[in-house]
């Protein structure tokens, strides 16, 4: 038995993403480098290397869950700039994802200073981030789960400043027939299984793989990015690892 998802009505979305994510909270971090063996870090490091930050980058890191891109990030800003004045607010719709995180954040040098914050909402709706305050939006692996992507985007575009960038890490098509075919076998039959193996939840991993397949192909999620008012460089996108994920930016200018 699963959700199956593909049949959940619209206004039922939200409660069932809400489920997933309160059930896989504790083994988020741990089922990401099992699955992904381990390659979810190399393309969560090279997003930040592409977003390159600068001293003093008010970041606002959408479904940011346990934290992984914050982190990255103010460690990026340490590590290349010497800067301890970047800010980051981890906003997620699920206190227990947020939970982890702040717990995470705990064990570093960054708990207590104005360098992270967290704030539960709906990415559809950023009611308390005031318009044209955040140089940096970013999203990884979160906006697959939200029912009105065009919202998303159109919150995030009201809340970046002139200037400002979105960059999204998201799940995406993989192209050559050859590999797509294997990854849908691993998508399919192995995540689902060790869901179950691992963490004794086969339901969620398998929403998380028809989330994915459900989810606009390249082109066309950058033409969303484009319609709700984004510039976009090129295509708008770079594939990673065949288009097993990819990342879509744009700039409001
Ligand atoms: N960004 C983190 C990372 O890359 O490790 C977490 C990704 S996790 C797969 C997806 C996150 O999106 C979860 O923490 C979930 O609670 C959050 N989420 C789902 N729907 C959301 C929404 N509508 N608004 C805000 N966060 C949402």
Known sequence: THFGFQNVPENMKEALVKQVFASVATNYDIMNDVMSGGVHRLWKDHFIRTLAPT???KLLD???GTGDIAMRFLDYCKETHGDNSAQVTVFDINPNMLQVGQERFAKTPYHNTSQVSFMEGNAENLEHIPDNSMDAYTIAFGIRNCTHVDRVLKEAHRVLKPGGRFMCLEFSKVENPV???????????VIPTMGQLIANDRDSYQYLVESIRKFPPQKEFAKMIKDAGFTVMGQGYEDLTFGVAAIHSGFKL
């Open 55 to 57: 001293p003093g980058t």
């Open 62 to 64: 959408v479904a940011g």
């Open 179 to 189: 590999i797509a075919k294997a990854y849908d076998v691993f998508s399919f039959d």
